[in-house]
C-alpha cells in the first residue's frame, strides 16, 4: 500500500509540474493524475480505469 500511495502521490507531482511549466494542458494532466491510481492499483482503481476507457471510447467514437 505504501508503494501505491507513493506512485499516485508521484503522478500527482508530476502532473503539477507539467501544468504549472505550461507543457500540457489541465485535462491531459487529470488524466496523468488519474493514472497514477491505475499504476499504483489502489482501491479505486477499477472505477478510474473504467472512466479513462469511456473517455478513450467517447475520443474514438466506438
Request: charge should be positive; proline fraction near 3%; aromatic fraction near 6%.
Given at each position: ?50 472512466f ?11
Amino acid at each position: 500500500m505504501i508503494v501505491a500511495l507513493s506512485t499516485t502521490v508521484l503522478f500527482a507531482i508530476i502532473s503539477v509540474v507539467l501544468v504549472r511549466g505550461r507543457r500540457v494542458s489541465m485535462p491531459t494532466a487529470l488524466v496523468l493524475w488519474l493514472s497514477g491510481f491505475t499504476a499504483a492499483t489502489t482501491g479505486v482503481a477499477g472505477p478510474v480505469n473504467d472512466f479513462l476507457a469511456s473517455i478513450v471510447r467517447l475520443v474514438s467514437g466506438h
